[in-house]
């Protein structure tokens, strides 16, 4: 069972455009929201991460919105390049844990 | 630089043969993780280990072994049990609880 649910699976935004990803989780018990980038054939790196104290975190053109009434985050990729065209997991960690349950990715491509 | 070496990137063998896959940190890290990752199926949790000669099994642990020796090291043996063993294997690492992952670079496992 999927304990984080992101969506969608893929997206096509034009180069400028926004691209944005959910992410969706129901253990109230996480405290920590991290976002993977991960290019073909190499592993996944950390973009950005946020703690369910703040709303929103930015850095550069990647935002993290976080709702936790709804128990919903997710990312917000400005001014979108061909350079982002990855596939973003969405991932969460509960406080008493060292394990990350992820999300099932989702491929973004820009197109120029 | 500090960082997780995973090794061999691509490895061939044929079915019924056990395989191992290394993944060495020099990131101090306590903890280290092994992913598999599947097209469309995001990251499955293999085995994870929070301190040297100790691990627990993840979500997907049957067919796979491992050791923690040493706290650098955190080898994965993909076995002739592993019924469907053709995929992308991640290793990750992490210091503590409150920061994420730093993955290796993989290794593509291909079973003929």
């Known amino acids: 069972q999927q304990q984080v649910k992101q969506s969608p699976q893929s997206l096509i935004v034009q180069k400028g455009g926004i691209s944005i990803i959910n992410c969706a989780y129901e253990n109230t018990a996480f405290d920590y929201f991290p976002w993977y980038q991960q290019f073909p054939g190499k592993g996944p790196a950390l973009l950005i991460a946020?703690?369910?104290?703040?709303s929103e975190k930015k850095e550069g053109r990647f935002t993290i919105s976080f709702n936790k009434s709804a128990k919903q985050f997710s990312l917000h990729i400005m001014d979108s390049q061909p350079g982002d065209s990855a596939t973003y997991f969405c991932?969460?960690?509960?406080?008493?844990?060292?394990?990350?349950?992820f999300g099932a990715g989702t491929t973004v491509t820009v197109r120029a | 630089d500090g960082g997780i070496t995973q090794s061999p990137k691509y490895l061939f063998r044929k079915e019924g043969q056990n395989v191992t896959l290394s993944c060495e940190q020099n990131?101090?890290?306590?903890?280290m993780y092994w992913y598999r990752q599947d097209p469309g199926q995001g990251l499955r949790l293999i085995y994870y280990?929070?301190?040297?000669?100790?691990?627990q099994k993840g979500d997907i642990a049957e067919g796979y072994s491992v050791s923690r020796e040493k706290k650098e090291s955190f080898p994965l043996t993909v076995t002739s049990a592993q019924k469907n063993p053709t995929a992308f294997y991640l290793c990750?690492?992490?210091?503590?609880?409150?920061?994420?992952?730093?993955f290796g670079s993989g290794t593509r496992l291909t079973v003929v």
């Open positions: 991932a969460a960690r509960r406080s008493n844990d060292y394990k990350l349950s």
């Open positions: 990750a690492s992490s210091e503590d609880r409150r920061r994420g992952y730093t």
């Open positions: 946020i703690r369910p104290d703040v």
């Open positions: 280990s929070q301190i040297v000669n100790d691990f």
């Open positions: 990131l101090n890290h306590d903890a």
